[in-house]
């Protein structure tokens, strides 16, 4: 709720890709947190982290996906982002199933690393940009 309550400040200060990039180093640290946590105050710690970063990243990436995309396909970018949240969250309670809570944190990293080296190579929102300029 925390990462929500200032995810659009963020976006529009610092731009639509910084703005998730913030948001996975939130995660990561989480992760890590929860990896090497050794007492529930570590723990909670680590949730909040992630919390904070998914928060900002609920936010964040419908808009980037909304301003970057043709306007024929918004939609079903939208939908497919959706879907895919709901897919990386029946994964997750799966995989629960099989494997250690600390496991599962690691696994969880991996995501956040793929976005965050991913985000080198997309371009900033053309809109973001607009708005800069123009001030």
């Known amino acids: 709720m925390l990462g ?3 995810s ?3 976006a529009d200060r ?3 890709r910084c703005a998730m990039a913030i948001s996975d180093v939130f ?3 989480g992760y890590l ?11 909670d710690l680590g949730r909040l982290s992630i919390g904070c970063g998914i928060g900002l990243l609920s936010y964040v ?7 970057i995309t043709p306007k024929n396909l918004r939609g079903r970018f939208a939908a497919v982002n959706q879907f895919m949240i709901c ?10 199933t099989c494997i250690t809570w600390r496991t599962l944190a ?3 990293v991996t995501p956040c690393l793929l976005q965050l080296v991913g985000l080198l190579v997309i371009p900033e929102s053309p809109r973001w940009l607009v708005s800069k300029l123009s001030l």
């Open 33 to 43: 947190l929860i990896v090497f946590s050794k007492n529930s105050v570590w723990l």
């Open 14 to 16: 610092v731009g639509r």
């Open 27 to 29: 995660c990561i640290l």
């Open 106 to 108: 690691i696994v969880g």
């Open 61 to 67: 990436v419908p808009v980037y996906i909304s301003e």
């Open 4 to 6: 929500a309550i200032v």
């Open 87 to 96: 897919c990386g969250a029946s994964l997750a309670y799966a995989l629960g």
């Open 8 to 10: 659009g400040t963020i």
